[in-house]
């Protein structure tokens, strides 16, 4: 891929230390981690010493039982004490370039993935890029009583409001529609209220 497309961007999806470091250095631009490092103890140490930019999601628990580890005392406060420890971790390892990502649907229920989309902003307060991640998830797709194939709309909806509270980046599966939603939030946030 990279010989085809030389000016891509790739981003490595691993919770593996070793996985990363072998996609790093075969190439690949970013480690995005589900876990946060916390399936892995080692990936800080490694992600510190391939200088490579990290996207730091929030989950709970492994991909099998996340889904029964949705309790909090405010979601939103909780996970932003989540994210100052492990940027923290990160920093100590000598990581410079941190990417959060807040981790919808991942250890949250509905009502709780709502909240962080209508309070992600909040997540600003870090100075980070924030990372949008909810095309096609199931908590639009259940919401709606739809499938995720049938759930473009209420992404294109949900990646706006995202777009407006702060998210600088977005992983999307509907690139053209994605696009057309950055550009026209753009073109909103540049005329005058």
Do not use: W
């Amino acid at each position: 891929m990279k010989s085809e497309y030389p000016e891509s961007i790739i981003s490595i999806d691993t919770f593996r230390s070793k996985v990363a470091e072998a996609a790093i250095l075969k190439g690949a631009h970013i480690i995005n981690d589900i876990s946060g490092g916390s399936l892995d103890d080692n990936m800080f140490e490694i992600v510190g010493k391939l200088q490579t930019p990290y996207i730091l999601m929030h989950m709970r628990g492994t991909p099998e039982t996340m889904q029964s580890l949705t309790t909090y005392t405010n979601v939103v406060a909780d996970l932003c004490t989540y994210f100052a420890e492990k940027i923290s971790s990160l920093r100590s390892y000598g990581v410079k370039d941190i990417i959060l990502d807040p981790g919808v649907g991942f250890a949250k229920t509905i009502e709780q993935n709502f909240e962080i989309i209508n309070r992600f902003s909040e997540f600003t307060i870090f100075g980070l890029p924030l990372l949008g991640a909810i095309s096609r998830k199931s908590v639009i797709y259940k919401s709606l009583g739809l499938t995720a194939k049938d759930a473009l709309n209420g992404t294109t909806v949900l990646n706006s409001v995202l777009l407006l509270n702060g998210a600088k980046i977005l992983r999307v599966h509907d690139v053209k529609e994605a696009k057309e939603t950055i550009q026209l939030i753009e073109k909103l946030k540049q005329t005058p209220s």
